[in-house]
């Protein structure tokens, strides 16, 4: 055990952020789950946590292995796991599944173990790092809006046009990170102008197309259209639509400046999402004010740790790397309080490292483990530069960059 602790590599701050969200999370997570207990008579609320702990457990599994690996190694991996994951996104489409009272094509069943699993958590975690590895490629060099078609804009199309049908949020989020890590990455401003005008246009039509005639869209059309005019609209709204988020305004009302203690909560047998989507207003409701404002701070000390990361990274890979793997997760944290606030509408996306669920947990692991790789002073050298194939995943795979 005590050598694994020594074999610790990366940032250390970043390590112990995320060892203490990991910890927390075991409070609420056991408190909520009384929600499936009682109220949908899945388990015991000892099962839950221990599944909790396994997945946990596995998650940093996941950030150790994944720190070990040479941060130059994820360029070879991008160009293997990318067309593995948008197969994965075009079968998840195909396949329908219930989960915590929600049906829908976003998870697939991993085979023997039976775990569901959330192919858009992989696939934008890999496109991330695909994009990472092009505008690293491109740093240098005059390109034309042409010229990036191909291997920057298809990719990301491919990914959001998957994703989309059955996960608005995800495709939102995943849309929007993209164009921060381009316009970081150095990507001539006036096509990522271009791209944004063309964006904009199209969700103009988007939404005219939802607010007019939503049947012509995917079938959770609906939902998206109830949720943005209940944010919109609270007043007009159905009771049905706002039932939730009432809940989730009276537990965080009753919460107060310290909370009503831990486990003591009632609204989480109330809440349908208490242990995940709507985990936060459990929060408050046991740790009030004070519990709620720890925890953010938290995450934005997970954040500028990441911005420190990315700053001191000495190749511009490494410094992409951590921005588009690591900001989506703050991001990510930053929704869910938003929404449980009612800043924002209702989106379906967890708390990292706290709320329930393997893939959400596993791939924030995965996503730490890679900006812990980028943080390894001893793999942080100089970028090199080598007459090799970069679309050849088994060159880059060589170690040669």
Sequence with gaps: MFAIFKNLKGDKAIWGVVALLALFSFLPVYSASTNLVYVNGDGTTIGHLVKHAMLLFLGFGIIYAIHRIPTHYFKGLSIIALPIVLILLAYTLTVETRIGGVTANRWIKIPF??????????????????????????????????????????????????????????????????????????YPLKYLLSMLGVGIVFAGMFLFVLFKTPDVLPQRAGTWKSRIETFLHPENADKDDLHQLTLAQIAVAEGGIVGKGAGKSVMKNMLSQSTSDFIFAIIIEEYGLVGGGALLFFYLLLLFR??????????????????????????????????VVQLFPVTGQPLPLISMGGTSIWMTCMAIGIVLSASNKKENLEEQSYDIDETNPLEVLSGQL
């Design 306 to 339: 990441i911005v420190v990361v990315a700053h001191s990274a000495k190749t511009v890979f490494s410094k992409l790397l951590v921005i588009g793997v690591g900001l989506p997760i703050v991001f990510q944290a930053f929704i869910n309080m938003a929404v």
């Design 113 to 186: 173990v039976g775990v569901n699993f959330q192919t858009s958590t992989l696939a934008s975690v890999v496109l991330m790092i695909w994009i990472a590895r092009y505008l690293t490629k491109i740093k240098d060099v005059q390109i034309t809006f042409k010229e990036s078609i191909l291997p920057l804009w298809l990719p990301v199309a491919l990914v959001v046009l998957l994703i989309l049908p059955e996960n608005f949020s995800t495709a939102a989020i995943i849309c929007f990170m993209v164009m921060v890590l381009c316009f970081l990455g150095g």
